[in-house]
């Protein structure tokens, strides 16, 4: 699955999600996402869920902003010193990092990066529409 595809795939799962959640507040939404009760109640929200696996090594994991806005992904990658950059960091995380795959395609990993996944940054940046969330990420 390419970036593209995943991210398609996953507004659709946001939205479902949300659908049912019509009536809670903000903090009743954000509190849903909550990594144990997502795990238990979505399933197939996330592919690491059926493992019990978590993306990001952190005590109180929020998948609401999975996908993080600072992601940026190139539909058609960019190619430069022999390289082809499919995907960075926007701000250029510490915690993130580079990967090199099949010997010459670039992509960010945010493994290391908790930034989205906090509640406080979830609610600075609030919205019920995921795509709103993640408006920039496509390039």
């Not at 593209?4 to 949300?18: G, L, S, V």
């Not at 022999?82 to 993130?96: R, V």
């Not at 010459?104 to 940046?125: A, L, N, R, T």
């Amino acid at each position: 699955m390419n970036y593209t595809e995943w991210y398609d795939n996953h507004a659709k799962k946001h939205a479902a999600i949300m659908k049912k959640l019509e009536g809670l507040d903000e903090f009743d939404v954000v509190q849903y996402f909550i990594f144990e009760n997502m795990v238990k109640n979505e399933p197939d929200f996330c592919e690491l869920y059926a493992t019990n696996t978590k993306c990001h090594e952190m005590y109180e994991l929020n998948c609401y902003m999975c996908g993080c806005p600072h992601f940026r992904f190139n539909q058609a990658p960019i190619r430069q010193d022999d390289l082809e950059f499919h995907s960075i960091c926007s701000i250029n995380s510490k915690q993130g990092r580079r990967s090199i795959r099949e010997e010459d395609e670039v992509h960010q990993d945010c493994s290391g990066c908790k930034i989205p996944h906090g509640e406080d940054y979830i609610f600075s940046h609030f919205s019920r529409d995921w795509t709103q969330m993640m408006h920039k990420v496509k390039n």
